[in-house]
């Protein structure tokens, strides 16, 4: 019973959670946090004290829905282990001095493995969280189309800009503050089908 209740708490937390505690960001991981001082982030006249901690209050609006998923016994996950050696390792192809950066790319993550995140994606969505009885309450989930190669190609491009550019959530990167706005991101994709596709990315 106990490991039935974690298993269907965690799998809500994919859908419950926020973005950037997706993505990383509330650790530093992409923000970069954890490498500036703290001392100048604080208000001046906490910086010879501890700051005061003031307690939010507590309030319905938007409360986020409860999405409750089905339970399935007897399958347990064995995972497949691959024998590695010095024979099987490394890129065996020559790479020429030409080539782009995402032919590069490429020769790592390769278009099958693209087509099936694709496919893993949307098999989810259509085996899993379409069948539950609240998913549209879900913003995210109720403007939901398939995926196809190109957009997982733009969406993977986004998480590796992310790392370069470094902003403190997700929806800075697509904010039209003067000060923070970065016109890549929205050129690329909106910021709901990013989260959109950030909540249902699936590899197996």
């Given at each position: 019973a106990d490991q039935?209740?974690?298993?269907?708490?965690?799998t809500m937390h994919i859908f419950e959670a926020e973005?950037?505690?997706?993505?990383?960001?509330?650790l530093g991981l992409v923000t970069g946090q954890e490498d500036r001082p703290n001392t100048?982030?604080?208000?001046?006249?906490?910086?010879r004290g501890r700051p005061k901690r003031v307690a939010k209050k507590k309030s319905n609006k938007g409360k986020k829905s409860v999405i409750t998923f089905p339970w399935k016994s007897n399958q347990r996950f064995v995972p497949t282990i691959f024998n590695f050696d010095h024979?099987?390792?490394?890129?065996?192809?020559?790479?020429?001095?030409?080539?782009s950066f995402l032919e590069m790319f490429l020769q790592l993550f390769t278009m099958e493995l693209i087509?099936?995140?694709?496919?893993?994606?949307?098999?989810?969505?259509?085996?899993v969280v379409a069948k539950l009885p609240n998913y549209a309450s879900v913003d995210e989930l109720s403007t939901w189309k398939p995926v196809d190669?190109?957009?997982?190609?733009?969406?993977?491009?986004?998480?590796l800009l992310m790392s370069q550019v470094r902003k403190n959530k997700i929806n800075d990167y697509?904010?039209?503050?003067s000060l923070l706005e970065?016109?890549?991101?929205?050129?690329?994709?909106?910021?709901?089908?990013?989260?959109?596709?950030?909540?249902t990315l699936h590899f197996n």
């Open positions: 039935e209740n974690y298993d269907v708490e965690k973005d950037d505690e997706m993505l990383g960001l509330d100048t982030d604080r208000p001046l006249n906490n910086i024979t099987t390792s490394g890129i065996d192809e020559d790479i020429p001095r030409e080539s087509s099936h995140i694709v496919s893993e994606t949307n098999s989810y969505f259509t085996d190669q190109d957009e997982i190609l733009f969406f993977l491009a986004l998480c697509w904010s039209t503050d970065t016109k890549i991101f929205g050129q690329v994709m909106s910021r709901n089908r990013f989260k959109n596709i950030l909540k």
